[in-house]
């Protein structure tokens, strides 16, 4: 008894899990290789004509629906041909892109039922031409209607147009294959010349519009890039990570590349759950949106859809294990790095303008009017023994929200959400011991309520605690409370904030 393939099966192609781009990469890995192969002759070829590899993909959604892929690549002559019509045959070559022997047939018939092969090799002086249809083939009919004709030596061509369609193509699915192919290829633009159009419309990848003038920079100005490398059981793994200023979780995550191709990321991006943690129902944290890099593989299986790396055994949780402790430190860097100079941390200038507006307009109303001519301070002591009272009062039943303790100075600061409406949004005390500072912060206040964001909280809290701690240091370094002097202090403690980040970001 022997297993035996009918030639029926390839109707079943039209039912593999490709998507349009992984589809039409298998057409484009097949000329990619085939300059590989032969790029020594082919770049002179090249250099004579004044072009580069060129890689053009037609589709037509009018009545007479077809695709066509055409590169000037190094064509094939009759027995490159017949080689590649075989079902599963191994190219020579399999150690690079071209590795089952089956992506131009099942792509092709993926896309359509009809199709057909013009190539000529350079230094060849004859056109090949086959006809492939899937239904007849099925049938047992297994004749591809070889045709030739005569053409000059120095052409070189491969021509692929596919009909009777078995889907169509509109308009985000069109907006997603281009924007899959210029990153898969991204390699090969940049590095190998390559020239790839989607009807007249070239696809190009720029890394420092995409990537490098997009993330975080040293104090020297120079983009951070860690570059790292490890194995998994001999198999080679190289690459970058880095962090953007600006966070997008379209467009963070890893990249992973095998022969200088995509296999898997932008706009679909490889996230390691040590890293990015679970992405079910797909995560939008500062981490998603901001870590970013490329995995550069060697000696790892690939999908025979070549979209997926086929980890064997623990392969992935080692990579996971590895990349987190290569470059860890970079997670905790997109959650606490804020650009104070970027949109994403500063108010657009129509919120200012917004801003002020209003606050122009509570200047001028009636209540602070009121208040500027009416208002009657207590006396100084009356105020001191309130607060005191008050003080005491929280200090025996409450412990700190916050106690930190700096050098030789305790910082302790509450935040009190059981306060009456009419306390002080604040008391400090800040000139009873020369290693303590203390600040209440009153949580009923009415400007509370006025903080709708992490950023206006922070910044209150922080407000409140600096006015105590710049008073602290006034008074005991100058035994007085200069207004000025004060001012002074907390103006550098307001810059304290920038320089952490500033020195958080020079590795």
């Known amino acids: 008894m022997e297993l035996q393939l009918g ?28 300059y590989f192969n032969n790029s020594e002759e082919l770049d002179k070829i090249y250099k004579n004509e004044n072009k580069n590899l060129t890689i053009s993909i037609k589709y037509n959604n009018g009545e007479d629906k077809y695709i066509e892929i055409t590169d ?35 792509a092709a018939c993926w896309f359509g039922n009809k199709w057909t092969v013009k190539t000529t090799k350079y230094n060849d002086d004859k056109e090949h031409e086959i006809e492939f249809n899937v239904a007849e083939i099925a049938s047992n009919n297994r004749d591809l209607n070889h045709k030739t004709k005569k053409v000059g030596k120095k052409s070189h061509y ?20 281009k924007q899959h192919l210029r990153s898969i290829y991204r390699i090969d633009m940049n590095k190998y010349g390559l020239e790839l159009f989607w009807q007249d419309e070239k696809l190009e990848w720029n890394y420092e519009k995409e990537i490098n003038s997009r993330l975080l920079k040293n104090i020297d100005n120079e ?12 198999k080679k793994v190289h ?5 953007f200023e600006k966070g997008s979780r379209s467009d963070a995550g890893f990249s992973i590349i095998q022969a200088d191709r ?47 790396i086929l980890f064997l055994d623990d392969e992935e949780d080692l ?27 500063t108010a657009e200038e129509a919120f200012t303008d917004d801003a002020i507006s209003e606050f122009e307009s509570e200047l001028n109303s009636k209540e602070m009017e009121d208040f500027i001519k009416l208002f009657e301070i207590p006396p100084e002591m009356l105020i001191k023994e309130s607060n005191k009272v008050l003080k005491e009062k929280i200090l025996k039943k409450i412990p700190p929200t916050i106690n930190v303790k700096i050098n030789n100075l305790l910082v302790k600061i509450y935040l009190i959400d059981d306060m009456s409406i009419n306390d002080p949004y604040v008391i400090t005390e800040s000139t009873q011991l020369e290693t303590q500072v203390i600040v209440i912060i009153n949580k009923s206040h009415p400007h509370w309520f006025h903080l709708q964001s992490k950023e206006s909280i ?50």
């Open 223 to 234: 983009i951070i890039k860690r570059e790292f490398e490890f194995e998994i059981y001999n």
């Open 72 to 106: 000037n690549s190094m064509g094939m002559d009759e027995n490159e041909l017949i080689n590649a019509v075989i079902l599963g045959k191994t190219p020579k070559n399999n150690n690079w892109r071209s590795k089952y022997g089956i992506g131009l047939k099942t």
């Open 262 to 308: 995509i296999i898997q990321g932008w706009p679909s991006s490889y996230r390691p759950s040590l890293l990015f943690g679970p992405q079910e129902g797909g995560r939008n944290d500062l981490v998603n949106q901001r870590l970013v890099g490329e995995l550069f593989f060697e000696g790892f299986e690939v999908s025979h859809t070549k979209d997926a």
């Open 458 to 507: 922070l910044n209150y809290i922080r407000n409140s605690v600096y006015d105590g701690v710049a008073e602290w240091k006034a008074y005991f370094l100058t035994q007085n409370f200069d207004p000025e002097t004060i001012k002074l202090i907390k103006d550098k403690l307001l810059r304290l904030p920038f320089e952490i980040d500033k020195n958080s970001i020079n590795l």
């Open 7 to 34: 030639p029926e099966i390839i109707l079943s192609y039209k039912r593999l899990a490709y998507t349009p781009w992984y589809a039409f990469a298998e057409f484009i890995d097949n000329s990619t290789q085939a």
């Open 239 to 243: 690459g970058w990570a880095g962090v």
């Open 319 to 345: 990579l996971d294990s590895l990349l987190n402790k290569k470059i860890g430190d970079l997670k905790k860097k997109a959650t606490t790095f804020r650009k104070y100079n970027s949109d994403e941390r």
């Open 158 to 177: 491969t021509i692929i147009k596919i009909y009777d369609l078995n889907r169509n193509l509109y308009g985000r699915t069109i907006q997603k294959i």
